[in-house]
């Protein structure tokens, strides 16, 4: 079991349980999933930006990524119907705890000028930010990357709301300003 998880079981659901009494346990917040994605802009012109993220998004997440596909063809961006435009991962389970864990521990006191991110959900109890440069993990060796790529991340709570959300990535130790 992974430390985090351990951590919500031992520390973070009591602390919920404490401060919401009127809920049932099945009620509380719990991390779902995380979502990690990437479009990738330069797929149209290089070949190869698929394979070379993808390899990069397989050691961030533990798992092969998928291709994400355009739906429809778009004549002012020379882009066809069916073609390679992104990769996603959905992490679940232990991946999912490890990958939290090594971002909130290791990757973001290594971005540049980062005082934390905002306390703002989407509204539905998710929360969502993005990174401007995948440089920043430590299990990406750079001699091998030959273009900076941004991701967007997404945390899936069960939450109803944006403050339970943040309330229960606080308390998981997500670095928030």
């Known amino acids: ?3 985090l998880q351990n951590k919500y079981k031992e520390v973070v659901l009591p602390e ?7 809920l049932n ?3 509380l917040p719990v991390l779902k999933k995380i979502v990690i994605s990437m479009g990738i802009s330069e797929a149209l012109k290089d ?3 698929i394979q070379d993220h993808s390899k990069e998004l397989t050691l961030l997440s533990g798992q092969k990524p998928i291709v994400t596909r355009s739906k429809k063809a778009i004549s002012n961006f020379k882009l066809r119907e069916n073609q390679a435009v992104g990769l996603m991962v959905t992490l679940r389970g232990k991946r999912m705890y490890d990958f939290l864990d090594r971002f909130c521990n290791i990757v973001s006191p ?3 000028d980062f005082r934390g991110f905002n306390k703002k959900g989407d ?3 998710n929360y969502n930010f993005g990174i401007e440069d995948q440089q920043i993990y ?3 060796n750079l001699d091998e990357v030959k273009r900076p790529q941004g991701m967007n991340i997404t945390l899936v709570t069960t939450a109803k709301n944006d403050t339970d959300c943040i309330e229960l990535l ?3 130790g997500f670095p928030f300003k």
Request: no cysteine; net charge positive.
């Open 1 to 3: 079991m992974s430390r």
């Open 16 to 22: 919920l349980i404490a401060r919401h009494s009127d």
């Open 25 to 27: 346990v099945m009620e």
């Open 47 to 49: 070949k190869n930006a």
């Open 110 to 112: 290594r971005i540049h």
């Open 123 to 125: 509204g539905r109890g």
């Open 138 to 140: 430590p299990e990406i």
């Open 170 to 172: 606080t308390l998981l």
